[in-house]
């Protein structure tokens, strides 16, 4: 059984209290973020979703309304590639150094 706001990709979705004022927001993709849209989760009371609430916060949907447009495409292909921090040593495949 999964746990309300967590799917097969992680958690997506977060309940988070923020001076008095309950929102569901979308879940930070860094770590450093509870929330997509900046919330810090150590300084705000995060919790899980109840069933069938919704993303509530505009500033997450903004940031989503804005972005949902870009395709992989549009990124540097070192970005888009399966190794997405290579080290400052590493080489490309196939290719040799000088």
Same mark, same amino acid.
């Given at each position: 059984?999964? !746990?309300? +706001? *967590?799917?097969?990709?992680?958690?997506?979705?977060?309940? %988070?209290?923020?001076?008095?004022?309950?929102? %569901? !927001?979308?879940? $930070?993709?860094?770590?450093? =973020?509870?929330?997509?849209? $900046?919330?810090?989760? @150590?300084?705000?009371? *995060?919790?899980?979703?109840?069933? $069938? @609430?919704? %993303?509530?916060?505009?500033?997450?949907?903004? %940031?989503?309304? @804005?972005?949902?447009? =870009?395709?992989? $495409?549009?990124?540097?292909? @070192?970005?888009?590639?399966?190794?997405?921090?290579?080290?400052?040593?590493?080489?490309?495949? +196939?290719?040799?150094?000088?």
């Amino acid at each position: 059984m999964r !746990h309300r +706001g *967590v799917t097969s990709r992680g958690l997506m979705w977060v309940a %988070i209290e923020c001076e008095g004022v309950r929102k %569901i !927001h979308a879940a $930070g993709i860094d770590g450093n =973020y509870a929330s997509l849209c $900046g919330l810090d989760g @150590e300084e705000n009371r *995060v919790s899980l979703p109840k069933r $069938g @609430e919704k %993303i509530d916060c505009p500033q997450c949907f903004a %940031i989503w309304n @804005e972005t949902r447009y =870009y395709r992989p $495409g549009d990124f540097a292909p @070192e970005l888009t590639s399966t190794q997405i921090n290579p080290s400052p040593d590493s080489k490309p495949e +196939g290719k040799e150094q000088d």
